[in-house]
């Protein structure tokens, strides 16, 4: 059993470990962000424009023939 090998096996594994934790984390963290603004323009006044941004073909024709 070669012991410096075991060794520098278990450091990458922690390395690629810390490395999926990081960025697991600043996901986590933009998503959270994401939540947040998407929470306040759901509350602010502008609905009506989110809604017409999210589904512009909506609402842009009447028919009143019958």
């Known amino acids: ?3 410096a090998a075991l060794s520098i ?3 990458h594994g922690k390395v690629k470990q810390e ?3 990081a960025i697991m984390n600043k996901t ?3 998503a959270e962000q994401n939540a947040a603004s998407l929470l306040q323009m759901m509350n602010s006044s502008q609905v009506k424009a989110v809604q017409h941004v999210a589904q512009p073909h909506l609402g842009g024709n009447v028919d009143v023939s019958r």
């Open 19 to 21: 490395a999926s934790l």
């Open 28 to 30: 986590m963290n933009h």
């Open 1 to 3: 059993m070669d012991i």
């Open 9 to 11: 096996g278990l450091s």
